[in-house]
């Protein structure tokens, strides 16, 4: 019998729930060093032990005076003080003797001989003496309870005789890994084996939140096996975090556990992705059921447990920091399901922010790392149209958004080179690479989502790289055209070549099995050309409509098995240890509107790649002619 969700509801009422429930949960308290307690939070009212200063002390380096002596003193008319008797040397933070009440800076006065200072300017009584208390006094409230304890809160609780102070505990969370299929990353994964690495990525957001994290080892899916670990980490922990398992498979035990052990707060979530995330009370204890996807458990994490680690230790969650940016091209989203989608985002001279989606799905890791921020879709609306605008949740700082290049086309290996080298040499900027195909780089080019475009689209008609292209897409515009490389291009062969692949006409062999690279591709473009000019059909070849993105990953199942051949660049052979059975010379150029020639970071960007060390570097790779790299040409459409 299939298992269905029990009540998925919205994330605010999901919120809510789980404010209901623990909102008033709190850890206990512990005594620590103050020295050590940064970032805390205080459990109780803190007063002052000790006044400080609790005596009456020199603010100034000078001389310590009776202020009547000076009385009248001037440039014409100074006042002789007696060294010792009616004026001591004092630096700042001395004690001031019983017998004075006043202090001169050491820049005012002049000294007549050994035994006598000359006074020109008369100073009031307690002139630059710090009072008994100035800096705190005794008995006085320092720090309220429930206040996350800053540097300068410690300076101040240190300076008032405050050694120690109460503070909540930091909530204790077990996390319990579960999935027959789930290995360790020391480990080498067989074939049907995953690596497990959704516990370090939840422990590593938990830590920063303040909680201590335990990590059991990865159980297996057995009901009573996993029900057991959760009623054990119940009663050592503040909270339990069970990963994978949460959905309703056959192998999803957690909601069968949990109804037989605790309270469902709900099962399911409307939100994509991080739908089927189960709340529960387990011994009074919150329980948690993520989902195995990890951006569905690091989406999860972030919206529902992340306001409930800080309020365990009587803290508020900061506001998550957000911008509104615009997009240029038609978002589809499911009606009643609030999306949350990565994106990368470019800002104009008036510092609005254009946001550019990339790769969907629950697993998209590569994604999170390339992303800049979360874009959120309402539940209410079927998705975004052009020129609509809607909340991000920024990843990275805003100002560094600003200052990054964004290029979005065909992918190169180069590429990745270039952006490395030019985060090493402080450039003060990234190179953020959004691998779409040539076709896709120039319509974001087009659209403005991009500050320039990669590729490397052939003419069947006349032979040449992307002129015709550029002219098609952005006539009457002016364009710059920066040669990046000529690479070659052939078929990726398993290694050893046990499918005896010659030519590209044995791809039509009813035993070979080839993956192709997605519509609008350059390497598409070539292929379909090359088969044309071989007179062979789309059809005859087995595994046409089959897609990859990027080179590496077509040269990845080719090396694995799951395709026998595949069309790309000889550098990605290299990288996959694959064969490679070489086929043409192709033209891979960066695009740049010509407006932008005025662009310092565009500017060091040509510079960079015109450096003989960065040619020598991409030849290493394998496979690419840099003899023109880095030469311009302008273009008038």
Not at 305 to 314: F, H, K, P, V, W
Not at 448 to 460: V, Y
Not at 557 to 584: H, K, N, Q, T, Y
Request: aromatic fraction near 6%.
């Amino acid at each position: 019998m299939v298992k269905k969700y029990l009540d998925k509801i919205s994330a605010a009422a999901a919120l809510n729930k789980i404010k209901n429930k623990f909102g008033s949960l709190r850890t206990k308290s512990e005594v620590i060093k103050t020295a050590d307690a940064e970032s805390r939070v205080t459990a109780q009212a803190v007063y002052a032990k000790r006044s400080a200063p609790d005596f009456y002390a020199s603010a100034m380096d000078g001389i310590a005076v009776k202020a009547e002596k000076t009385a009248g003193a001037s440039e014409r008319s100074p006042v002789k003080l007696k060294v010792g008797s009616e004026a001591q040397a004092v630096d700042t933070g001395d004690p001031i003797p019983a017998r004075f009440n006043a202090v001169i800076k050491i820049e005012e006065i002049n000294k007549a001989d050994e035994n006598h200072y000359l006074i020109e300017k008369g100073v009031p009584p307690w002139n630059h003496i710090r009072s008994i208390g100035e800096s705190v006094v005794k008995g006085n409230l320092l720090i309220t309870a429930a206040h996350k304890l800053s540097d300068y809160d410690l300076a101040a609780l240190l300076e008032a005789g405050v050694t120690e102070v109460e503070v909540y505990k930091r909530p204790v969370v077990t996390i319990i890994p579960t999935g027959d299929e789930l290995v360790t990353a020391e480990q080498d994964p067989k074939q049907g084996e995953l690596v497990e690495f959704n516990s370090q990525m939840i422990k590593a957001a938990l830590r920063k939140w303040g909680a201590e994290v335990n990590i059991t080892e990865i159980l297996a899916d057995q009901k009573e096996l996993i029900g057991r670990n959760m009623l054990e980490a119940a009663e050592t922990s503040n909270l339990v975090i069970v990963l994978s398992g949460s959905s309703a498979g056959r192998g999803d035990f957690t909601i069968d556990i949990l109804k037989n052990e605790g309270e469902i707060l709900f099962h399911g979530v409307n939100v994509m992705p991080g739908k089927p995330l189960i709340a529960a009370a387990v011994k009074g204890i919150p329980v948690f059921g993520l989902p195995g996807y990890p951006l569905s458990a690091w989406i999860d994490n972030q919206l529902f447990i992340r306001e409930l680690i800080y309020s365990m230790q009587a803290d508020q969650a900061p506001n998550f920091e957000e911008i509104e940016a615009e997009v240029k091209r038609k978002i589809p989203s499911e009606i009643g399901l609030e999306e949350f989608l990565r994106v990368n985002l470019i800002s104009d001279t008036k510092n609005k922010f254009t946001a550019v989606p990339l790769k969907r799905g629950s697993s998209a890791m590569e994604s999170m790392l390339k992303a800049d921020g979360i874009l959120r879709i309402t539940a209410n609306k079927e998705g975004l149209h052009p020129g609509d605008k809607a909340p991000v949740m920024l990843l990275k700082d805003r100002n560094k958004i600003k200052k990054d290049l964004l290029l979005i086309g065909s992918h190169d290996l180069s590429l990745d080179l270039i952006k490395n080298e030019i985060k090493k040499r402080n450039y003060k900027f990234d190179l953020k690479l959004q691998t779409v195909g040539s076709m896709a780089g120039l319509t974001a080019l087009r659209r403005n989502e991009s500050d320039l475009a990669g590729a490397h689209l052939l003419d069947p008609e006349s032979g040449e790289y992307n002129i015709s292209y550029l002219k098609r897409f952005f006539k009457g515009q002016k364009l710059l055209l920066v040669n990046l490389v000529y690479r070659e291009q052939g078929l990726y062969l398993k290694k050893g070549n046990p499918k005896n692949i010659k030519s590209i006409k044995d791809l039509t062999k009813s035993n070979i099995n080839y993956i192709n690279r997605q519509r609008g591709a350059g390497t598409r473009v070539l292929f379909d050309f090359l088969l044309k000019e071989n007179n062979i059909k789309a059809e005859e070849i087995s595994g046409y409509q089959k897609e990859e993105y990027t080179h590496i990953a077509a040269a990845a199942a080719v090396g694995r098995g799951s395709a026998d051949a595949a069309l790309g660049i000889r550098a990605a052979a290299e990288v996959m240890d694959v064969d490679f059975l070489p086929l043409e010379e192709e033209k891979y150029d960066l695009i740049i509107k010509e407006n932008r020639l005025d662009d310092p970071r565009i500017n060091k960007l040509i510079e960079l790649i015109n450096q003989a060390e960065i040619k020598t570097e991409i030849e290493k790779l394998g496979g690419y002619n840099c003899q023109e790299t880095g030469k311009i040409t302008k273009l008038q459409l």
